[in-house]
């Protein structure tokens, strides 16, 4: 893939139902939850990858846009 992608970039979480949890984990070799937000129907949430957080864990129905292109959670 020659796209650059860096932590500038945003994605965008859309809650496509009630209590869908965005969990950040923790850069390095210590992987830990550092984050806990709760989404309910309709709520966006729009975030990047930052100093503090490398992975970001969507439990519940949602729809997802990255620069990798758009996935929806089941
Ligand atoms: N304070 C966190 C950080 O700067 C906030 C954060 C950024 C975050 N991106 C996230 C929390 C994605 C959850 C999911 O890293």
Do not use: P, W, Y
Request: charged share 25%.
């Amino acid at each position: 893939m020659s796209e650059i992608h860096d932590r500038s970039d945003f994605f965008v979480i859309k809650a496509l139902e009630d209590g869908v949890n965005v969990m950040g984990l923790t850069r390095g070799s210590n992987t830990k939850f550092h984050h806990q937000e709760k989404l309910d129907r309709g709520e966006v949430m729009i975030a990047q990858f930052t100093e503090h957080t490398s992975a970001v864990k969507v439990r519940g129905k949602a729809l997802i846009q990255t620069s990798h292109g758009e996935m929806q959670t089941e």
